[in-house]
């Protein structure tokens, strides 16, 4: 999980025309690495890349976002937030090697694991399972 600080700052980017994403995207890489680095240690014989085997951001997100539109000019494409029952909109940028999801009325935000894990109701393994197709 992303801890709140970096949240709050990520959602502020997510949210502001003028903010840059090199704070994002570090922490998103950082927490990529951390879990990269949990997922071969309790699965040795998982392939190094698993990461590159997960669906690609856009085909993934497009599969369970209703109504995504195409990226602005910062990247970021909105489509209706799936853990609502409203009309609430969540924000996807899955452009120039960036990935995070922020929903836009505050529920969360993430990479694919993360939503994934919030779709579920799953944990961090299940949900990497599960997008690699392996069975839980």
Not at 45 to 72: F, K
Not at 73 to 81: D, F
Request: aromatic fraction near 8%; charge should be negative.
């Amino acid at each position: 999980m992303i801890p709140v600080e970096e949240q709050r700052r990520a959602e502020e980017d997510c949210l502001s025309d003028s903010a840059t994403d090199g704070d994002l995207q570090v922490v998103l890489r950082a927490l990529l690495a951390e879990r990269n680095a949990l997922i071969l240690a309790k699965y040795p014989r998982s392939p190094a890349d698993w990461c590159e085997r997960l669906p690609t951001p856009e085909t993934y997100y497009r599969g369970h976002v209703s109504g995504m539109r195409r990226p602005n000019a910062r990247g970021w494409a909105v489509g209706l937030c799936p853990f609502h029952n409203d009309q609430q909109e969540l924000a996807v940028k899955f452009v120039e090697g960036t990935e995070v999801w922020c929903c836009l009325a505050g529920c969360g935000l993430g990479d694919r694991i993360d939503f994934h894990q919030h779709l579920s109701g799953g944990g961090f393994e299940s949900a990497v399972l599960d997008l690699l197709g392996v069975p839980v």
